[in-house]
């Protein structure tokens, strides 16, 4: 499985902007995704997490009412819809691919994707 993010870029506070991670490989279905992200100078965060089968999910405390992850299995996408950006939602943000939400937040992770850049200007 290779996994490419995209949909980054800059935006003011109180914006959108909706990430993608665009899977190849037929048996992306079978894993759980998570998004993390990394500032500059600072660890790397766990973000969001959907099972296989898009039925549960699960979100970091400072994301939570504002990201919204889902999936398509169709297209091989899982998708992080981010509104109400604030400044410290800059980072950069990587997707992953595992067997379980669990494991993804114990960083137990099979796949990495490359990062996509999030600018949130004050």
């Known amino acids: 499985v290779q996994l490419q993010a995209s949909g980054g870029g800059l935006v003011q506070a109180g914006g959108s902007l909706r990430l993608s991670c665009a899977a190849s490989?037929?048996?992306?279905?079978?894993?759980?995704v998570a998004w993390f992200r990394q500032a500059p100078g600072k660890e790397q965060e766990f973000v969001s997490a959907?099972?296989?089968?898009?039925?549960?999910?699960d979100y970091a405390g400072s994301v939570k009412g504002r990201f919204t992850i889902t999936r398509d299995s169709a297209e091989n996408t899982v998708y992080l819809r981010m509104n109400s950006l604030k400044p410290e939602d800059t980072a950069n943000y990587y997707c992953?691919?595992?067997?379980?939400?669990?494991?993804?937040?114990?960083?137990?992770?099979?796949?990495w994707g490359q990062g996509t850049q999030v600018t949130v200007s004050s």
């Open positions: 992953a691919a595992g067997d379980r939400i669990s494991s993804l937040q114990a960083r137990i992770v099979d796949y």
């Open positions: 959907i099972s296989w089968n898009g039925d549960d999910t």
């Open positions: 490989g037929r048996a992306f279905s079978n894993y759980a």
